[in-house]
């Protein structure tokens, strides 16, 4: 019997990559807007109901982009915006990851904090943003409080639910041959509750980008949210979108950041799941 010969497929491994399926997501997505648009701008609505004023091509908002880019206005506004995310991102994991152990490993701490944690979770952070305005002022530490408020919940939370995931059988295996407390932390409970953590940094992400925004537009002179907020009272679209634009680019370039931080942390954790979209890629 003759062998079965293998076809090789017709589109090259590289370009079925789940990337490379992401990028003609997107490239589509940002094509059917454009086309939407051009077809839009031919009918007797464009000018009747004033269109332009609300809604911009993916190619006016590139050229605003560079509009705003040259002017430098763009800079300041994404270096306050970026400096509020930094501090209350930052202060959220300092504060987050260690309350988040104390509670997961101290019954007291945990009866302490829970309802202040529960009340607190609960609160919309929009409700909490004029207080804390009142309270500080204008300027990067309010704004970064607010920030703070809107992502250390998260992290907290992962970080108390993955401690409390541990694996006792582990534990007790190590203390059986004389770890000591230090040990079973390092050793133990940490990188078994890394997955955790990160997906509560990743989680927080998304909610400090949120904070950023809410926060400027209570109150700030400057600053992405800031800025969509001025531009969309004079009903010019095309920085607003910029705008949304860059704080995307701030989530994706954390999301990436926060990969690349699991892959160090955790590199068995990491490889699990580069076999497991491996193997997805390959069905």
């Not at 997955?195 to 700030?220: K, N, Y």
Request: hydrophobic letters at 55%; proline letters at 5%.
């Amino acid at each position: 019997m003759r062998a079965v010969e293998k076809r090789e497929p017709l589109v090259p491994a590289w370009l079925r990559s789940s990337r490379m399926i992401a990028l003609y997501s997107v490239v589509a997505g940002l094509g059917a807007w454009q086309l939407a648009y051009m077809g839009l701008a031919r009918t007797i609505y464009f000018e009747a109901y004033a269109i332009h004023h609300f809604l911009s091509s993916p190619l006016q908002v590139i050229e605003t982009f560079g509009e705003l880019y040259r002017s430098g206005e763009l800079f300041k506004h994404s270096y306050f915006s970026l400096l509020e995310f930094a501090y209350g991102f930052v202060l959220s994991v300092v504060v987050g990851i260690p309350v988040g152990f104390l509670m997961a490993t101290q019954k007291k701490i945990n009866y302490y904090l829970d309802p202040w944690v529960s009340c607190i979770y609960a609160t919309p952070r929009v409700a909490l943003a004029p207080i804390i305005i009142v309270w500080f002022g204008l300027g990067i530490l309010p704004n970064a409080l607010i920030v703070f408020l809107g992502a250390v919940f998260p992290i907290l939370l992962n970080t108390y639910t993955g401690i409390k995931s541990v694996r006792q059988n582990l534990i007790e295996v190590v203390k059986a041959f004389g770890g000591s407390a230090l040990q079973v932390f390092f050793k133990v409970m940490i990188p078994d509750a890394t997955p955790a953590i990160i997906a509560g940094l990743r989680l927080a992400v998304g909610r400090a980008v949120i904070g950023v925004v809410v926060a400027e537009w209570f109150g700030a002179e400057a600053g992405l949210g800031y800025m969509v907020y001025f531009y969309s009272q004079l009903f010019q679209p095309g920085p607003v979108f910029v705008g949304i634009v860059v704080l995307v680019v701030f989530g994706i370039l954390s999301f990436m950041a926060l990969d690349k931080a699991q892959g160090w942390i955790s590199p068995w954790y990491a490889y699990q799941v580069r076999r497991e979209v491996h193997g997805m890629e390959m069905e």
